[in-house]
């Protein structure tokens, strides 16, 4: 009998435990925090049933993510900035326009250092 709920789940491979559940597998928020390795995430968004979830599980793994918008229509679009930007406070990160289907979003460890351009001071469609 399973000493706990997890043991049902473990697989090996190559030797590693691993859970059957693919979000359980990445390395805690700790282990990246702690280390002198950094990601950046590029997600070209295409639904915001997907990619929603994705965005913020990256941040919540102390990656920062650029968010590509130009694959999807206005509507969801704004779906995804507005669920982001809800992620992005709660962590205490932070988000910046690049372009304008392009975001840069980064966890509460990584700022963001530039000059503000002229153009991200006009509202957009996002």
């Known amino acids: 009998m399973p000493s706990n709920v997890m043991d049902v789940f473990d697989d090996e491979d190559n030797g590693k435990k691993r859970s ?7 390395k805690s928020k700790d282990s990246y925090s702690n280390s002198n390795n950094f990601e950046i995430c590029n997600i070209i968004a295409t639904s915001f049933d997907k990619d929603s979830y994705e965005i913020t599980d990256t941040l919540l793994h102390n990656r920062a993510v650029i968010l590509d918008l130009s694959k999807v229509t206005k509507q969801v679009g704004q779906r995804l900035i507005d669920f982001t930007a809800g992620s992005v406070y709660a962590i205490n990160g932070s988000m910046q326009k690049i372009s304008e289907f392009i975001f840069l979003i980064c966890p509460a460890d990584v700022g963001i250092v530039g000059d503000v351009r002229a153009e991200d001071e006009e509202p957009s469609e996002f």
Do not use: D
């Open 20 to 26: 059957g559940f693919p979000f359980l597998n990445k």
